[in-house]
């Protein structure tokens, strides 16, 4: 059984910069994607990015290219997500994922994987 717990979302200001930790358990990641999904109020769930656990392999949603940075520290089973330049429009709910995957097959198979309970994000203008 996958659990994964999101932490570090809260209030920032626009232009500032938050970093949100997944710790990850109940299995061996090696074969895992872990991806990061946000939802905003009255939209879809969006994904933001994606690392492979054993190679380190990334993956972006257009919108956060070059603002956001996935990570991956092993021997702590946590995945971050530094976000950096925080717009209004980046505020959501944000979710971690954990799929039996590869990088090119995680747009596929991550609707069969694992979710935390999200942590919320608010950037103020």
């Known amino acids: 059984q996958v659990q994964l717990v999101e932490s570090g979302g809260g209030l920032v200001q626009a232009g500032g910069s938050l970093r949100l930790s997944c710790a990850a358990s109940g299995r061996t990641f090696s074969t895992y994607v872990m991806g990061w999904f946000r939802q905003a109020p009255g939209k879809e769930r969006e994904f933001v990015a994606a690392?492979?656990?054993?190679?380190?392999?990334?993956g972006y949603g257009d919108s956060v290219k070059g603002r956001f940075t996935i990570s991956r520290d092993n021997a702590e089973n946590t995945v971050y997500l530094l976000m950096n330049s925080l717009k209004p429009e980046d505020t959501a709910i944000y979710y971690c994922?954990?799929?039996?995957?590869?990088?090119?097959?995680?747009?596929?198979?991550?609707?069969?994987?694992?979710w935390g309970q999200g942590t919320q994000v608010t950037v103020s203008s």
């Open positions: 994922n954990a799929a039996q995957s590869r990088i090119l097959d995680y747009w596929r198979d991550y609707v069969r994987g694992s």
């Open positions: 690392i492979t656990w054993s190679g380190g392999s990334t």
